[in-house]
């Protein structure tokens, strides 16, 4: 049974990251992190700030990047996602990102 939950789960919690992620940056979410100049702000939203090669066109794979995905959840579960978002829709899909990724974690732990 828990194969059946992860199998549906995380292709969700994968489409929600995406579309919690993309909103998140469409509204300004990481121009405000990146304004952030002490020193932990700095070194622990670096996987969401950092800045691509001009030349690079593989732009996606700041979407993959595992400390990104780590890092916006914890922004999600304490709420910080939500603070910096506008709009009701940003935060409904940061904290449904948030739900269901819990949910993958607990299937796998109970599992």
Known sequence: MSKVLLFILVPLTFVSFISAGGMFESEGGIEKLRAKKDWFSRIFFYPLTYEHPEDWSHDISRILTIPMVAVFYLMSCVGYTQYLCT?????????IFAIMFS???????AA
């Open 87 to 95: 709009s009701i829709s940003s935060k409904v899909s940061s904290t």
């Open 103 to 109: 949910a993958c974690v607990y299937v796998v732990v």
